[in-house]
């Protein structure tokens, strides 16, 4: 959860104000800036308050402490009375104060404006710069993007927060930080890739598909917390396996802040950008970059990405059908030396699953698909299957949900009647508040998990639907492609299908008694 903290300090003017009995300042303030916190649903995590009125970094203790922690980037935001509270002393101590802010990416809220550090667009900043003038605050905010891009392409991170797997660490010697491999962590994410990747592996050796919705789930359940303490979302896991960091790469621009305006309001927002500069990391990888770049494709298509090689390809059913027995891929095994018709055999050993004629499996296949196409049809036409149940109790939960947030809104708001009215003190104020944020924000993940689900449910639907005259048109083709087209389109329609023969059938029956289960590529997984 972001957080924020609220910063006190009174000015020279304050005290002179007190003394003509105008009130407590910074009880004052207090109250403004919660008041501030409040109607920008604001989480406060903590109050800093500077009872001292020093002028310099070194006479304000509390000003130190708070640096340290912007700079270990534990708050999302500072919320002042004005930016000048923070630093009004010397030109040093004002570097030093404005360098917190930038490298920590931390926010500094105030009663008129929010400033980003790090947005160059962000020209009203420039008054961060106190005294310097716009196009010195520019030229300065130009040259720490340079030298901030200068350090990625040295291969530094600059980050403030460590992604997943990793902690800062300082450079030996130089300036700048790199990641350093936290052994617990990386186990995790390279778990999840590999799970991702290939799926999980059974007792019987078989492989079950893995999505990105059950690994938020497991990981849930097996009790690890996320980067910022909470519960993995579907959302977080993609986030993750699509985060070239843990191929030992880091990124320039690949989430950069663009601003758009909404209902007259500007609201910034971090696509991730397509096209980003790529540079090679001081940091050790977490998984290679063949897993990585096999996990982005199965994320971008979103189906499996193990193509077998087409140019020898004599085997139509490679890949396709699995003996029922063993689960082991079924092999084609020509006799050219006798000229009889190639088999279907199980190579495992010891396996007493029984061959049969390639062209017999083949054709079995094709029947199965008419069969099955028939069948889907007339099911879609039913009002009552599993999907359009699906969809309708989907539809109620994300209802009941945005009434949820909208209550947990009320509630949010309420507290702060509660403060004013003097019922809360500021410290169960902020307990109820952060509760309640955090509650709002759970909320809200499973209100995105679920639209990303109805949205999944709608793409598979559509593919299921495809699948019609993909296999209507495999079959009217079939016998009149190569090997490997027949493989090719076979792959996009059949999932897999499970042999099994346990009679002879040389001896016992006709050579086609075999069994032949065949599963369409229909996504049922939700
Ligand atoms: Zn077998």
Redesign the pocket.
């Known amino acids: 959860m972001e957080q924020y903290c609220i910063y006190l300090r009174k000015s020279r003017a304050d005290d002179e104000a007190e003394q003509r009995g105008e009130g407590e300042t910074l009880a004052r303030h207090e109250k403004a800036l919660l008041s501030l916190a409040n109607s920008q649903h604001l989480t406060i995590g903590q109050i800093y308050r500077e009872i001292v009125s020093g002028e310099t970094l070194a006479a304000r203790p509390v000003m130190q402490q708070l640096l340290a922690d912007v700079e270990k980037g534990l708050w999302q935001g500072v919320i002042v009375m004005e930016v000048e509270r923070l630093a009004r002393g010397n030109t040093l101590d004002q570097g030093i104060v404005a360098n917190a802010f930038k490298y920590s990416s931390t926010l500094i809220v105030t009663p008129t404006k929010t400033y980003d550090p790090n947005n160059e667009f962000d020209e009203e900043y420039f008054e961060f710069g106190l005294f310097m003038s716009r196009r010195e605050y520019k030229t300065i905010n130009r040259r720490m993007q340079q030298g901030r891009q200068a350090s990625v392409s040295e291969g530094k991170y600059c980050g403030s927060i460590p992604p997943f797997g990793y902690t800062r660490k300082k450079i030996q010697g130089e300036k700048g930080y790199t990641l350093a491999i936290v052994p617990e962590e990386a186990e995790i994410v390279k778990m999840m890739y590999e799970l991702y990747a290939y799926g999980d592996r059974a007792e019987d050796g078989t492989y079950k598909a893995v999505g990105r919705n059950t690994i938020a789930r497991h990981l849930n359940k097996i009790g690890i917390k996320n980067r910022k303490g909470g519960a993995w979302a579907t959302s977080s896991v993609t986030r993750m396996l699509q985060n070239p960091v843990y191929m030992g790469k880091l990124t320039w621009d690949y989430r950069k802040t663009i601003k758009r305006t909404e209902n007259g309001k500007v609201i910034p927002y971090r696509p991730i950008n397509k096209n980003p500069l790529i540079y090679d990391g001081l940091h050790e990888a977490i998984v290679s970059e063949e897993l990585w770049h096999l996990v982005a494709d199965k994320i971008k298509n979103n189906r499996p990405s193990v193509i077998p090689d087409f140019g020898t390809m004599k085997n139509p059913l490679a890949s396709i059908v699995r003996?029922a027995?063993?689960?082991?891929a079924?092999q084609r095994r020509p006799y050219e030396k006798t000229g009889q018709p190639a088999s279907m055999i199980?190579n495992?050993h010891g396996?007493?699953?029984i061959s049969a004629p390639l062209y017999a499996v083949e054709a079995r296949l094709m029947e199965a698909l008419e069969h099955w196409v028939e069948e889907y049809k007339v099911s879609l036409k039913n009002p009552k299957s599993n999907t359009q149940s699906q969809k309708q109790v989907i539809a109620t939960t994300v209802e009941a949900l945005q009434k949820e947030i909208s209550n947990l809104h009320t509630q949010l708001d309420n507290t702060f009647d509660l403060l004013e009215q003097g019922i809360y003190t500021t410290e169960i104020f902020t307990k109820r508040n952060q509760t309640l944020t955090q509650k709002i924000s759970e909320k809200k993940e499973k209100l995105h998990d679920l639209i990303d689900k109805s949205e999944l449910i709608k793409k598979q639907e559509h593919q299921n639907i495809t699948l019609i005259p993909k296999i209507e048109y495999l079959l009217d083709v079939y016998y009149k492609l190569s090997p490997a087209e027949q493989n090719k389109l076979l792959r996009e329609v059949v999932d897999h299908a499970d042999y099994k023969k346990t009679i002879n059938g040389r001896w016992h029956s006709s050579p086609d008694s075999f069994e032949l289960l065949v599963y369409p590529k229909i996504t049922k997984d939700f």
């Open positions: 003996c027995l063993c689960q082991n079924m199980c495992t396996c007493p699953n």
